[in-house]
Each structure stands twice: as C-alpha cells, then as structure tokens.
C-alpha cells in the first residue's frame, strides 16, 4: 500500500470513441475513488455500445510555468477495466 504524499496523485485514465475517433481524458484525484463526471454520458458511440475503458496508476505530478499538470509514473498502469453507460 502506497501513501500518497502531496504532490502525487492516482491518475485515472478514461478512453473511449467518439463519432469515430478515439477520445480521451485524465484525472488527478487523491481519493480512492472517483464519479465518473457527467460531461463523459453519451459521449461514448452507440456502435460501440457506448463502452468507456479506464486504467490507473500513481503519479507524482508537476506543473510547468504555463501552468499545465505534467506527470511522473511512479507506477505502471492497472489492467485496463470497461464499463457501458448507457
């Protein structure tokens, strides 16, 4: 078990298609759990029966001088999981 120190987070890695192309996004959270965020509902193509892949892994994160988060792995990912939101 891994303690989390201020700076590092789990990312949450979510994927999926959307009108044909892949989409993505991630998420810095230092809970053990996370709402997939209602913004993601439907974006997922009826094709494919709207399947979201997610995967996680502990990140130690930075911000560069423009402000944007950068991340360090501090672990491999998890097995990638799926999930149908339909």
Not at 31 to 38: C, L
Not at 69 to 76: D, H, V, W
Request: aromatic share 14%.
């Amino acid at each position: 078990r891994h303690t989390l120190e201020a700076d590092e987070c789990y990312l949450v890695s979510v994927r999926w298609t959307e009108g044909g192309a892949p989409a993505a996004t991630e998420v810095c959270v230092q809970q053990t759990q996370w709402f997939v965020d209602a913004s993601l509902y439907l974006r997922a193509d009826q094709e494919t029966d709207r399947v979201y892949y997610w995967s996680v892994r502990v990140v130690q994160e930075q911000l560069d001088d423009d402000g944007q988060a950068t991340y360090t792995p501090l672990s491999p990912a998890s097995e990638e999981r799926s999930f149908f939101w339909r």
